[in-house]
């Protein structure tokens, strides 16, 4: 990636120091501005109020305020705790997410490692949060929290299936698992003839990107599906016994996957760093700009994460399941039926 | 089935959005008006289309009969201890000696009165109920829409006798109330 941005030659260890910086620092950045953003500000507005105004100008330095409180916490555990387990947890969910970002695609050359398998490796690297929570629930020796994580597990690996499935269909048009390669198939596709934007496969596979979504949403355990951590009867879930930095690691974790998320559909359904038409942009041009496009898809989806999250109140667990099972994965599988078919007779 | 062949057949509802899109219009109206109070194509002013307001900067005038704070008249009260036998939190904390008061009349003969030591309401205790203010025979207790007292110190919300009075002019008057139950008005007395 930086080696050829920048046109000099780098050691190995230089250019992934680079690599691992800029990921962080861009993940990090993404994620403040979206707490910012949706969770302090939109959210407010929704609810016909102004959200935090004292921190920084509107409140802009809220996040780094709670940041601070956070760290001054006290570092408590249960008595009956498994610590080493305990304190392993949230790393392990927070790896989970930032190890998303490594495939997901900013430019021509822009991206930590081009996999070819990238769809794959997002979707598998995601289903390791699980492991973190269930290893929370367990280790908190908590009856609410191992609860929560139970829920979350089975959630989780519910809504993995349709996630899947839905995911399949593009992988079908576009004939690679590779994230450069489809945002390549979609920027070069055309719609039935029709070539003027490309082929963004939310317009061809709407019915792919509205499953994939909805899977999303229960992935993150944002609010519809938010069983897991549901305040009102398990009081938080698996963070039940978390505060201070561990609690920070789930919270950072849990708005950078989403991030994380809207990466990725906006780079498999909305053309990723591509714009609508080339313009006529070189490949080094697009490097500087693709970033910018694919953040900007990227965050408007994660407003509609929240949006629908701060709409909806919660489904109770077997209809959180009933949708997984009964609704999702069978349209999911029908898409990729019909899919095939229209792929081979075009 | 009951219907005849003849009943007319009951009217299909007419087809609604789906309750889900509904609530997400909802919501986003309400941000719009939020953001944006006076139309889409004027600058965002939320300051003025939020419902709520900025506290310590900006602040709400109580309703007139808020129950903010409990005053105390002290020449009205009689130590009958009513209000602290009512009190349901037992916040209420009364001390007081007989004495002789001149009398009030000419060559009458002095009353006896009790003066009060002290008057205390703890309001950590307090649960603002208003049944300390409902069962004075003698309207020494009065309710204040004041409300900023808070402390630092738990302590410091035991407020006596003096502090108590100073409230007092924070009573507003009464409304009048319809014709004939002036009788059973209390009255602030000025």
């Known amino acids: ?346 | 089935m009951s219907d005849t062949p003849s009943s007319p057949r009951p009217k299909l509802p007419k087809p609604q959005l789906p309750g889900v899109l509904k609530g997400l219009g909802v919501t986003l109206r309400t941000a719009k008006e939020t953001m944006f109070p006076d139309g889409l194509l004027r600058p965002p002013a939320p300051s003025r289309g939020a419902a709520t307001v900025q506290y310590p900067h900006e602040k709400e005038e109580p309703a007139p009969r808020a129950r903010g704070v409990i005053t105390l008249v002290e020449d009205n009260c009689t130590a009958c201890m009513l209000c602290a036998r009512e009190c349901p939190d037992w916040c209420i904390y009364i001390e007081a000696h007989k004495t002789l008061a001149p009398p009030r009349r000419e060559g009458g003969k002095p009353r006896q009165v009790n003066a009060l030591d002290r008057f205390d309401i703890d309001y950590s205790l307090c649960m603002y109920c208003g049944i300390c203010v409902e069962v004075c025979p003698f309207e020494a207790l009065f309710w204040s829409p004041e409300y900023e007292y808070s402390e630092p110190r738990i302590a410091d919300l035991l407020h006596d006798k003096e502090r108590l009075g100073e409230w007092f002019e924070t009573v507003p008057d009464f409304e009048a109330l319809e014709a004939g139950s002036e009788v059973k008005v209390k009255k602030v007395p000025r």
Request: proline share 4%; net charge negative.
């Open chain 1, 1 to 346: 990636m930086s080696a050829a941005v920048l046109g000099i030659e780098l050691a190995y260890w230089q250019s992934t120091l680079i690599r691992v910086v800029a990921g962080l620092v861009a993940v990090l950045l993404l994620t403040g501005g979206v707490v910012y953003l949706y969770l302090f500000k939109f959210v407010s507005f929704m609810q016909s109020r102004l959200g935090p105004m004292e921190a920084g100008p509107y409140g802009s330095l809220q996040l780094l305020a709670e940041v601070g409180k956070w760290l001054q916490k006290e570092d408590i555990h249960t008595e009956d705790s498994d610590r080493l387990v305990f304190g392993l947890a949230p790393a392990v969910v927070l790896s989970s997410t930032f190890l998303m970002f490594v495939v997901i695609p900013a430019g021509p050359d822009l991206v930590i490692a081009n996999l070819g398998t990238g769809v794959y490796y997002v979707l598998a690297v995601s289903a390791l949060s699980v492991l973190g929570i269930l290893m929370a629930g367990w280790a908190s020796a908590n009856k609410y929290a191992l609860m929560g994580a139970l829920r979350a597990g089975g959630q989780l690996i519910a809504y993995e299936l349709p996630m899947v499935l839905a995911v399949l269909g593009v992988v079908i048009m576009a004939g690679s698992l590779n994230l450069q390669d489809i945002v390549a198939a979609q920027a070069g596709g055309e719609i039935f003839g029709f070539s003027g934007i490309g082929n963004p496969y939310v317009l061809t596979q709407f019915v792919a990107f509205a499953v994939f979504m909805i899977a999303v949403q229960a992935e993150l355990t944002q609010t519809p599906f938010d069983m897991p951590i549901a305040e009102s009867e398990l009081v938080a879930g698996y963070q039940v016994e978390y505060s201070g930095i561990r609690f920070l690691v789930y919270f950072i974790s849990e708005f950078a996957t989403a991030v994380a998320f809207a990466a990725v559909a906006s780079t498999l359904f909305l053309g990723g760093w591509a714009l609508p038409t080339s313009w006529g942009l070189s490949a080094g041009v697009m490097n500087v700009v693709g970033p910018l496009v694919v953040a900007t898809k990227a965050v408007l989806l994660v407003g509609v994460v929240f949006w629908v999250r701060f709409s909806f109140p919660r489904f109770r667990e077997d209809q959180l399941q009933k949708l997984a099972w009964k609704v999702l994965i069978p349209i999911a599988l029908a898409n990729i039926l019909v899919t095939a078919v229209f792929k081979v007779a075009f």
